[in-house]
């Protein structure tokens, strides 16, 4: 379940959404695309980009971040920082995570040791709910509901003040 504030921020994002991939999707329409080389226009393309090539662009651009209030200019980036390794073979926390965000990501890489971390505040910005999606070794050979119940019990007296967790495993 999610609390009023959360809703309400969740309506007023999928509305803001909307209104974008429209606009984006009428300036398309408006403006052809060129193509140049050497200085010379060589030609134009007459057809506009579908609606589903406009919403993937929209998906890729806006990144997973869609509900967190931290980091909004960092935000495009979200997931490829998320899974951005250092050449030691560490994973490397991001700088844009939240206070609560930071919490369950240090919590969670200092037991999993994990090759792919996203942390994500996806209740609006109150930290009532978080979305998980993390990669680890430690999964190997469990099931998805025992790889679930590691984590649930890694973060344990921090998920009893949340509404609700999305939680993703995956084993390398």
Do not use: C, M
């Given at each position: 379940m999610i609390c009023r504030a959360c809703l309400r921020a969740r309506a007023?994002?999928?509305?803001?959404?909307?209104?974008?991939?429209?606009?984006?999707?009428?300036?398309?329409?408006?403006?052809?695309?060129?193509?140049?080389?050497?200085?010379?226009?060589?030609?134009?393309?007459?057809?506009?980009?579908s609606r589903s090539q406009l919403s993937q662009c929209l998906r890729q651009t806006s990144g997973n971040r869609l509900?967190?209030?931290?980091?909004?200019?960092s935000s495009a980036s979200a997931q490829p920082q998320d899974a951005a390794s250092t050449s030691s073979g560490?994973?490397?926390?991001?700088?844009?995570?939240s206070e609560g965000e930071s919490q369950v990501w240090d919590r969670l890489a200092a037991e999993f040791a994990p090759t792919q971390l996203v942390v994500q505040d996806i209740s609006g910005g109150c930290g009532s709910m978080y979305g998980i999606e993390i990669s680890s070794e430690k999964f190997r050979g469990l099931t998805m509901l025992k790889q679930q119940r590691l984590v649930n019990a890694a973060l344990g007296d921090l998920m009893k003040d949340w509404h609700g967790v999305q939680l993703k495993t995956r084993v390398p």
């Open positions: 007023a994002f999928t509305a803001n959404a909307r209104r974008t991939e429209q606009s984006l999707l009428r300036a398309a329409q408006r403006r052809p695309l060129s193509t140049t080389g050497q200085g010379q226009l060589q030609s134009r393309v007459k057809a506009a980009p509900f967190s209030t931290s980091g909004a200019s560490a994973l490397q926390k991001p700088n844009f995570l």
